[in-house]
Each structure stands twice: as C-alpha cells, then as structure tokens.
C-alpha cells in the first residue's frame, strides 16, 4: 500500500462511523504506519469512502456508508492487506 485516502461528510449521518474512526484511531494508525501517506478529507454531501494506492498506480475503492467504527477499521485493514494486480481493476 502507497497510499490511504479516507473521504467523509462532516454532517452526513452516514459518514459518522468514518468520523468516529478517524478522531479515535487515526494517530495510531498513523504512529503505525509513519511513511504512509494517509489523506483525510472532509466535504458536504460526499459518500464515505476509503481509497488505497497500491504499485503502478493500481487504486482500489471500498464504500463505508452507513457503518459503524469497527467496521470501518476492518474494511481499512482489509484494504491494506490487498495486493491487487493490475489485471484486478
């Protein structure tokens, strides 16, 4: 993994999850992980959203609407234990 941008709204009820993820988790992460990059970003009415960058500039998407805290940080765990292939997007 290359890099890790996390999107969410700061109001939408369905980004909460997202939110609560990134105020109790993201400096441990991030303490974790020093040289990666990890992108938050915050805007009215957008979908939450995680998006890892692998090699070649293979990138891979993974919805986190609706879900709760913990299951944002599986499906972040789960994003950098891919590896995808070129072949796989």
């Known amino acids: 993994l290359k890099e890790l941008r996390i999107h969410s709204s700061p109001t939408n009820p369905g980004s909460k999850g997202v939110?609560?993820?990134v105020v109790?988790?993201?400096?441990?992460?991030?303490?974790?992980?020093p040289s990666l990059p990890?992108?938050?970003?915050?805007?009215?009415?957008?979908?939450?959203?995680?998006?890892?960058?692998?090699?070649?500039?293979?990138?891979?998407?993974?919805?986190l609407e609706n879900l709760d805290e913990s299951a944002v940080a599986d499906k972040i765990r789960a994003l950098a234990e891919t590896t995808p292939s070129a072949s796989q997007v």
Request: no cysteine; glycine share 6%; net charge positive.
């Open 19 to 21: 939110r609560d993820f």
């Open 24 to 33: 109790s988790q993201y400096s441990a992460l991030k303490q974790a992980n």
């Open 38 to 63: 990890i992108l938050v970003r915050e805007a009215q009415n957008v979908q939450a959203r995680v998006f890892g960058r692998y090699a070649n500039g293979v990138e891979r998407k993974i919805i």
